[in-house]
């Protein structure tokens, strides 16, 4: 099927910068591979997919399910690579050798990978072999906001005006935003993590930010790699946190990923965040609009 057959929409005054695939909004320039992975892409047992809506703490899980996968060996990657240099995401990255930095197709397993893509999207192998996928869901008024700071960043830096709160809030409402609508996004990987729970952990943001030990300890679990020693959930969770990886140089001065400077994936990681931005309107429209549908199915409440 050509692209050009598919809808298309503009976000935050970029005409159609996203194209609609099988219901979500892609960013236009992730459906070619999107749809090469979704045809090319050969799962192995032993993957391991981690999978996210945008803003929701793929670089902190990135950054803890690497160092869970290379626990044991010596020396810290994460002083060297940000997080996404260590995990590609397969939408951004290419899916062939032919202009690729990390093949995805020859890297030697075990192999962690990250997707933005919602469930139904991914490749049959993936939903059928005995891989695994981690999914990180979040609160979606605070990953309205983180997204708003994180687009506007871009639109600043392309010399543009920057995007008011409220047609930020237009657009999350509407599910025409990257990989939206958001409830969607995580409704999908909700019901297949209750309906195959040794194929699907679904993980909160809040809750590893509220009970990080137990959360690293799940997700270690899960990947096969329990934690068994002395203070190893500590080290890990101190290696990962957001202050020492902001504070690396290779991520206060580094840029690696598309046009973003890697200090830009590091804020404020703070829950309730939206408090500071929301009016108590935005609140009520996003409640209707996203909160309920996320309520109804009890991920968020
Ligand atoms: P805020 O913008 O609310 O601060 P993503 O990684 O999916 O792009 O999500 C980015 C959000 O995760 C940002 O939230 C960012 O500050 C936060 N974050 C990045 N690294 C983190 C870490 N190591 N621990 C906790 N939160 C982190």
């Not at 909160?204 to 096969?224: H, L, N, Q, T």
Request: glycine fraction near 6%; aromatic fraction near 10%.
């Amino acid at each position: 099927m050509s692209n050009d057959i598919l809808p298309k929409a503009s976000y935050w005054g970029i005409p159609d910068s996203l194209t609609q695939l099988d219901g979500f909004w892609l960013i236009s320039t992730a459906v070619d591979p999107a749809t090469t992975f979704r045809s090319n892409f050969n799962a192995r047992d032993d993957d391991v997919i981690l999978a996210s809506m945008l803003k929701t703490g793929t670089t902190w899980l990135k950054a803890l399910a690497h160092s869970i996968l290379k626990k044991g060996e010596s020396g810290d990657p994460l002083t060297k690579d940000n997080p996404h240099n260590l995990v590609p995401t397969l939408e951004f990255e290419a899916l062939s050798s032919a202009n690729t930095k990390f093949d995805i197709y020859d890297a030697s397993g075990p192999r962690l990978l990250h997707t933005h893509l919602p469930y139904s999207i991914l490749p049959g192998s993936v939903k059928n072999s005995a891989c695994k996928i981690v999914y990180i869901a979040r609160n979606p008024k605070d990953t309205l906001i983180s997204m708003w700071h994180f687009y506007n960043a871009i639109v600043v830096m392309g010399g543009q005006e920057p995007v008011s709160l409220d047609e930020a809030v237009d657009g999350f409402c509407s599910g025409v935003h990257p990989f939206g609508p958001f409830s969607d996004h995580a409704a999908e990987y909700w019901l297949e993590s209750r309906r195959w729970p040794e194929k699907v952990l679904f993980l909160k943001y809040e809750e590893m930010k509220s009970d990080p030990k137990r959360e690293v300890s799940r997700i270690a679990e899960f990947m096969g790699r329990p934690l068994t020693k002395e203070g190893e959930a500590e080290e890990l969770l101190w290696r990962c946190s957001l202050e020492r990886l902001k504070n690396l140089e290779v991520n206060s001065t580094g840029h690696d990923v598309g046009p973003m400077p890697n200090a830009a994936f590091f804020r404020k990681g703070q829950v309730g965040d939206y408090k500071n931005y929301l009016t108590s309107q935005m609140e009520e429209r996003i409640h209707q609009t996203v909160g309920l549908k996320l309520e109804a199915l009890g991920i968020f409440f």
